[in-house]
């Protein structure tokens, strides 16, 4: 399954959980999971923590749903660490610290995996090393990896880290589509908005990271949400291809994504049950996507054909 679950959206900025917000976790948990998504991803910011304790909430509800499911976290921003907005620590101690706070807010005693939210410009790759070591042999992370890191970040951090690099998750679908940009225009001038993470997507291939990629579904911008008049000739593209292939138009954006052969995982944060179960034949419906509808898809979505 190549959908991954991401809880930004479940519980309330800061607050603890009310009723009324976990049995909406648990609508959506439940829904992701009959459509076989087994991995769920968190951050100890989401919500100010309240998405993993809306969580922690909902697997206390349901002994056993734990051990089935696969669950990440990340660390690294601190909102509001700066005196006019967010900054980012991937010291030794923030790392700890965060781990013992999202285990506590989920209570669980182990994360499959800990991802960095964002690369730290004051970070020493050796302290993360150390800190991943700890984290490792106590049991506490079973696996690492990154997130809006382009491929010289991921090798800088190789370098010194151990452990293997299992994943990097990056905002990639039909309205951002940097990654996929930046592999084909080669030698032109559109190409320097996307030069930092040129390369990243194979880098990613070549060492077996698995991207992951966040908002899939673009906020719903091709299926009904709109953010302006140009995201309408992509979204009527969408319909007609919803027809032609007999899917949901949320698995048309998705397929899109996932017929692309580095095999990414698409991290969905719809909240809606309906909307969730609409992605559920995603991956199906991109393989069955032609050619012809896949490029047709990428010009309307960026507003003009290739070069
Ligand atoms: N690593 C990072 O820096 C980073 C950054 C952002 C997100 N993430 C992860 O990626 C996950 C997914 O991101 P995302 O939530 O931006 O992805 P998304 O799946 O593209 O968008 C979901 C959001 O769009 C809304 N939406 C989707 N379709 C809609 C429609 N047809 N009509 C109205 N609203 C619609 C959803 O509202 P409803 O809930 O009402 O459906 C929800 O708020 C997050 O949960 C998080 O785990 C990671």
Known sequence: MRLAYGCMGLGSAGSAPTDEEVDRAEAAVR??????????????????????????????????????????????????????????????????????????????????????????????????????????????????GVSNMAASHIAHLRSAVDQPLEVDQVELGLHHRDLIEAGVLVNHPDARAYAPVAGTLEYCTDHAITVQAYGPLGQGRFTGRPRGPEDEATAALVRRYADELGAAPE????????????????????????RIRACADAEAVGEAMTRHQWWSLWSAARGKPVP
């Open 31 to 144: 829904t992701a999971y009959d459509i076989g998504i087994r991995l769920f991803d968190h951050a100890d910011i989401y919500g100010g923590g309240s998405a993993e304790a809306v969580f922690g909430t909902v697997l206390a509800r349901n002994p056993g749903l734990r051990d089935q499911l696969e669950i990440q976290t990340k660390c690294g921003i601190v909102l509001g660490g700066a005196e006019n907005g967010n900054a980012y620590d991937l010291s030794r101690e923030h790392i700890l610290a965060s781990v013992e706070g999202s285990l506590a807010r989920l209570g669980i005693d182990r994360l499959d995996r800990l991802l960095l939210h964002r690369p730290d410009p004051l970070a020493r790759p050796e302290e993360i090393a150390d800190a991943f070591d700890v984290l490792r042999a106590e049991g506490t992370v079973r696996g690492f």
């Open 251 to 274: 698995a048309v954006v998705l397929g899109w994504l996932l017929k692309h052969p580095a095999d990414v995982v698409a991290v969905i944060g719809t909240t809606d049950p309906g």
